[in-house]
């Protein structure tokens, strides 16, 4: 199943991929601020070291095994490759650190949103880079 054999319909919008990244942003940032804070009572060193491994480690780790972070399961979507087959790791890595950079900002932000809405597959450019789509389950 090539990228070009989806339809538009079951490509994940602009609104699921923003509901699935608030979930995702929220969660994600409670989880790293809590773990942070148990490693901190330890070792205030690795408490920053903890907390960007949780954050970035909820996106990566969460695509590369399971297709798709809590937030893109609650909101009905999943990453695939452009042959529609299960991501790995590298994939997963790929289009994560591009969004994880895309985030410093608001204006990076709008342009990852500008992005998707100018792809035809609705691509940021992560998936550009990774070979990867957001699709509807």
């Known amino acids: 199943m090539g990228m070009t054999s989806f339809a538009r319909s079951q490509l994940a919008s602009v609104t699921a991929r923003g509901g699935a990244w608030l979930v995702d942003i929220v969660a994600s940032l409670v989880a790293a601020t809590a773990v942070s804070g148990v490693v901190g009572v330890a070792s205030d060193g690795l408490a920053g070291l903890a907390f960007l491994l949780v954050f970035v ?11 798709r972070t809590p937030g893109k399961a609650f909101a009905g979507i999943r990453v695939v490759d452009e042959d529609g087959d299960e991501i790995g790791a590298r994939a997963a890595v790929l289009r994560n650190v591009t969004k994880i950079i895309g985030g410093a900002s608001l204006l990076l932000i709008l342009a990852g949103v500008v992005s998707i809405a100018d792809s035809r597959e609705n691509q940021r450019l992560g998936d550009r880079f990774a070979g990867t789509l957001v699709v509807r389950v």
């Open 57 to 67: 480690g909820w996106y990566v780790v969460s695509e590369a095994v399971w297709g």
